[in-house]
C-alpha cells in the first residue's frame, strides 16, 4: 500500500459513512413505487461511478434499518419467487422534510468546502 493510500481509504470510509443515508433517502424519494435493498443498491451502483459507495452493498443495510427506526422510511416484506423474502422501502413525508433539511446542509457544506479548496 502506497504512502497515501491508506489515507484515502480512511477518507473515504468517513465521507461514506456521513453520506449514505442522505443518498438513500433522495434514491427513494425519486423512486415511484417502493424498493427492496438489491435495486437501491443498484441505483446507487449506477450513479457512483466508482464512487465511495462503490461495492458497499451489505454497508446500506445497516443505515436503512436505521432510517426505518428513526419513522424516516416505511418497509414491509413480500415473499419472491426467486429467493428469499424481500424487505422493501419506502420515504414518508417526515422522511421527505428531513431530506429537504440534509440536502440544504449538504449544499452549504459542499460550498464551503469547494470555496474552501479553490483559496
Known amino acids: 500500500m502506497g504512502d497515501t493510500e491508506a489515507h484515502l481509504k480512511k477518507f ?4 461514506a459513512a456521513g453520506t ?6 433522495a434514491v427513494l424519494a425519486a423512486a415511484r413505487e417502493p424498493l427492496y435493498g438489491y435495486q437501491i443498491a443498484k441505483r446507487l451502483e449506477e450513479r457512483s461511478a ?6 458497499k452493498q451489505s454497508a446500506l443495510y445497516p443505515v436503512l434499518r436505521n432510517l426505518s427506526a428513526a419513522e ?9 419467487v426467486d ?6 422501502y419506502r420515504i414518508t413525508p417526515l422522511g421527505r422534510k428531513v431530506l429537504r ?13 469547494d470555496t474552501t479548496l479553490k483559496s
Do not use: N
Request: glycine letters at 10%.
Open 12 to 15: 473515504e470510509k468517513e465521507l
Open 20 to 25: 449514505v443515508s442522505l443518498v438513500l433517502l
Open 50 to 55: 466508482g464512487g465511495v459507495l462503490a461495492g
Open 72 to 80: 424516516l422510511l416505511d418497509t414491509y416484506v413480500e415473499p419472491s
Open 83 to 88: 429467493g428469499p423474502p424481500r424487505r422493501y
Open 101 to 113: 433539511e440534509w440536502i440544504e446542509a449538504w449544499t452549504a457544506t459542499r460550498k464551503f468546502v
